[in-house]
């Protein structure tokens, strides 16, 4: 075997920004459960101030200072030993309500790592690994990992790209948010339009109570509901709005729930699909993001489907043909997308 060294060397520095990178998804974690990026916002302090102002050992906090400034977390000043978060780091790893979150995208893949033996396994088997036998971190990370990309483009940008949708949003429409895990994006769209209601399902049965707390907590309780169903047994149609997000390339059955969709449709009503942003051609997700959808789509998606009836296995990369193609077998007879940015694409389809 004839090595390049110069090739090899290459591969060995993807392999060590891996390494530490795997490692630092645990450490960003730490950060935020302990509020240590909180307290670094714009506030230069050196290891033992931290630790001081978090109720934390010092000894603990300048290992995990110097991890965090070597991978590009926070910023460092060496003559002073200080340590803080600048504007765009503190914008992305404190503020679980803002556009992004970073701590989030960490937690579900942490949560989704612990289930390791058991996909490969999965993968001599051929067997499914239903989303309910994952750890409760993959729950929680899920939601606090796509719930800001929600809260920046939902009401503002992909409900408006909707035909006619936002004035029967305004005036009151019946909405069903199929899949709706923890209810992020059911409540955002209840707290936006007071004059609707929403039902919001998902056949994970702790993540529905979740939900319910959730729309409780928010003071949309009223307009907000939620029951265990999957997507193609929900009811309580006939329905203005049916939205899925991030979920029809997890199902096992996609038509039957595309179909199912159709049946709780009202005649003039409109499916909203949410999907990750994705090229038809596998070749062209070769990319950062792509890699980053297949890796949790070998966990996460394919097993999901792999789990339940119906025969297919899109994964999270499925793209803009698949989608369209469930969506015409399914009796739609419109189809387009509507809006896309780096991470998703909306489609919308119409009876």
């Not at 729930?257 to 499916?271: F, K, N």
């Amino acid at each position: 075997m004839a090595i390049d060294q110069d090739r090899l060397m290459e591969f060995l520095g993807k392999f060590v920004g891996d390494l530490g990178a795997t490692m630092a998804a645990g450490n960003v974690l730490v950060g935020d459960r302990l509020g240590l990026y909180r307290a670094l916002a714009g506030k230069p302090m050196r290891p033992e101030t931290l630790a001081e102002n978090t109720g934390t050992h010092p000894r603990y906090v300048e290992e995990w200072l110097r991890g965090q400034a070597a991978g590009g977390y926070v910023e460092h000043d060496p003559a002073e030993g200080t340590y803080w978060l600048n504007d765009e780091q503190a914008f992305a790893l404190t503020d679980p309500d803002g556009a992004v979150f970073l701590p989030g995208a960490f937690q579900l893949a942490v949560g989704a790592l612990r289930n390791e033996q058991r996909i490969a396994e999965a993968f001599t088997s051929g067997a499914g690994v239903g989303w309910h036998e994952h750890d409760p971190e993959v729950f929680t990370g899920c939601e606090r990992f796509f719930r800001p990309g929600y809260a920046a483009n939902l009401v503002d940008a992909w409900l408006p790209a909707l035909d006619g949708v936002m004035a029967k949003l305004q005036s009151g429409a019946r909405v069903a948010d199929v899949g709706c895990g923890h209810g992020a994006s059911t409540v955002l769209m209840a707290r936006a339009f007071p004059n609707s209601t929403f039902a919001g399902s998902d056949y994970h049965g702790p993540s529905i109570e979740e939900a319910t707390g959730r729309a409780a907590g928010a003071g949309v309780g009223d307009r907000a509901s939620f029951r265990q169903a999957s997507a193609q047994t929900f009811d309580g149609g006939p329905y203005d709005l049916v939205t899925t997000f991030d979920c029809v390339h997890d199902m096992g059955d996609p038509l039957g729930a595309a179909r199912h969709i159709r049946e709780q449709l009202a005649p003039d009503g409109t499916w909203m699909i949410v999907e990750p942003a994705a090229a038809d051609d596998a070749a062209a997700n070769l990319n950062p993001i792509g890699r980053v959808y297949y890796s949790f789509s070998t966990f996460l998606c394919v097993p999901n489907a792999l789990s339940q009836a119906g025969g297919y296995a899109l994964g999270a990369q499925a793209g803009e043909a698949a989608m369209r193609r469930i969506a015409s077998d399914a009796g739609f007879t419109r189809f387009r997308k509507v809006a896309e940015n780096p991470f998703n694409m909306v489609y919308e389809a119409r009876p």
